[in-house]
């Protein structure tokens, strides 16, 4: 008798005792040590099951409370399991092994050749491995198939395969709004002439083929597209081969990304630069020329050219440091630096120190600040210093925005949500339409003569935007149905039973 030598967990399904002895004395002999279980009944088998796993199932036919056929249907189609599963009986008739082989059994082995047994669980234990590894694969791949569909659904770029005679093979959502289609069935097999104008086909046809030569990737190569709507927008087209298992070359892999929004943003940096340079250069100048005179010996006999160039080298200084104050206030909130000092801030106060601190400026443009008669008595838990400067902003814009010889009204009142609304309406020409969506974004200006003209570079309403949320408050503008705009903000007020409310202003 040959050695023990491998362990073996073997579910028997029997309920003959010698016939039980024979089985096991037959996987002994075939150098198995077989760890087993014998039931005779559907309890006992589906217990066993729910008990430990199996390597292989040995079963009769017919058994006395139970047959082979029920063990067979519990254990694929109720416990869906996968184990080599061997028939040791008597004589079956032909058609019976055959409804047994399709109801999943591996192998039938008669009961009067016992040594046949171990030949038949060898192969079978091997056919169950390579169905396991098998699984796994089949398992991994399709958590990558289910991770690439994700990828292409939810990726807004629009991705695409194409075969080595250029026809589409497969591509996801976003590409197929880029080629106004659909459904899959609209372009698959099809080559991109069917879709774009015969120039870009041909473009893209030449790209493809010298990808397809080469294997070098396209990368990141700049198109633009008019829209249905004549809008134009920009894209970056990548293209790089696919390759089999032998390193041959059977398609190509396009990934196509809107940049509008970056191209847009280079737009927008290249005005802010100039508009930056324009806003250094002219202070700068009129500083420079000032103080020049000043040096004569001519003027300093002339106290009011003097006093005038004073002025002009003060005025301009001014600008230089809001300027530099609002490029460092708008780092400072992109990093998330900016800090607030809170505490309860008056309202009426405030709005009546701004328009104090604005009045003379104004009042040089030919501008009058009029304030609201009768200011409410409420106070805002904020930091007063950065709401003097989002207040100061607007007026400053309102200014800049009014007609000579107009007025700039500044008010509050409270609303019914338990905020105040501080709002500055002027009588200008209002906020351009094509300005609207991107008015509180950074370096956001009309044209670029109007923004020379009146100066700037685009940041005031982005700090002030974020310094008003940053105190949970909203801001926002309204264009007059005649002429001019408001603009608002709102926030919570401060309702602190310790903090006495000022007494109300007369009218």
């Known amino acids: 008798m040959p050695l023990l030598r491998t ?23 075939g150098g198995y040590d077989p760890d087993y279980r014998c039931v005779d009944n559907a309890e006992a088998l589906d217990s066993a099951l729910q008990a430990q ?42 058609e019976a092994a055959v409804t047994l082989m399709r109801a999943g059994a591996q192998d039938f082995v008669r009961k009067d050749n016992p040594s046949r047994v171990v030949a038949a669980i060898e192969r079978e234990l091997s056919a169950a491995e390579t169905r396991r590894k098998k699984r ?29 005679q250029h026809r589409y093979i497969h591509l996801n959502d976003a590409e197929r709004r880029h080629l106004n289609i659909t459904c899959d069935e609209e372009v698959l097999g099809k080559t991109a002439d069917v879709f774009v104008s015969p120039e870009r086909a041909r473009m893209e046809w030449e790209e493809e083929e010298k990808i397809f030569a080469t294997g070098k990737p396209l990368v990141e190569r700049i198109e633009n597209d008019i829209q249905a709507d004549g809008t134009v927008r ?69 106290i009011g050219q003097a006093t005038r160039l004073v002025e002009i080298g003060h005025d301009n200084c001014a600008k ?18 900016m800090r607030y000092a809170r505490r309860p801030v ?12 604005g009045r003379e400026r104004a009042l040089r443009k030919g501008v009058r600040l009029i304030a609201q008669a009768s200011l409410p008595q409420v106070e805002v838990n904020a930091d007063r210093e950065r709401l003097l400067q989002v207040l100061a902003k607007l007026i400053a814009n309102a200014v800049d925005a009014a007609p000579a010889d107009s007025e700039v009204r500044i008010g509050a009142h409270e609303t019914d949500g338990g905020k105040v609304r501080i709002a500055v309406v002027d009588q200008g020409p209002g906020v351009p339409r094509d300005l609207e969506p991107r008015l509180f974004k950074r370096f956001s200006q009309g044209n670029s ?19 008003v949320e940053a105190h949970g408050g909203t801001i926002g503008f309204a264009n007059s149905v005649d002429r001019g705009a408001e603009f608002f903000f709102e926030l919570p007020i401060c309702h602190d039973p310790a903090t006495p409310r000022r007494a109300a202003a007369k009218g």
């Open 53 to 94: 796993p199996w390597e292989v199932i040995l079963c009769d036919y017919a058994l006395p409370r139970f047959s082979g056929l029920e063990a067979l249907r519990t254990i694929r189609e109720i416990h869906r399991l996968d184990i080599p599963f061997i028939f040791v009986s008597g004589a079956i008739g032909e």
């Open 234 to 302: 920009w894209f970056s087209a990548t293209m790089a081969p696919i390759r089999d298992h032998r390193g041959e070359i059977i398609g190509l892999v396009g990934v196509t990304r809107d940049v509008s929004e970056a191209k847009r943003l280079d737009e927008m940096k290249d005005q802010f630069i100039a508009t930056v340079r324009h806003e250094l250069r002219t202070p700068l100048t009129a500083i420079h020329a000032s103080l020049g005179l000043l040096r004569g010996s001519v003027l300093t006999q002339n």
């Open 320 to 337: 230089l440091l809001a300027l530099v104050g609002d490029l460092l206030d708008t780092v400072n909130l992109e990093k998330g630096d």
């Open 7 to 29: 362990s073996l967990t073997v579910l028997i399904v029997e309920d003959n005792p010698d016939d039980l002895e024979l089985m096991l004395h037959a996987l002994r002999r």
């Open 449 to 467: 003569s109007d923004a020379r003209e009146k100066g700037g570079v685009g940041l005031g309403l982005f700090i002030a935007k974020s310094i």
């Open 136 to 164: 796994e694969m089949d398992e991994k791949l399709e958590v990558e198939r289910q991770l690439l569909r994700q990828l292409m659904a939810g990726i807004p770029d629009a991705i695409y395969f194409k075969d080595l």
């Open 346 to 357: 008056d309202v009426a106060e405030l709005v009546e120190a701004t328009i104090a601190a």
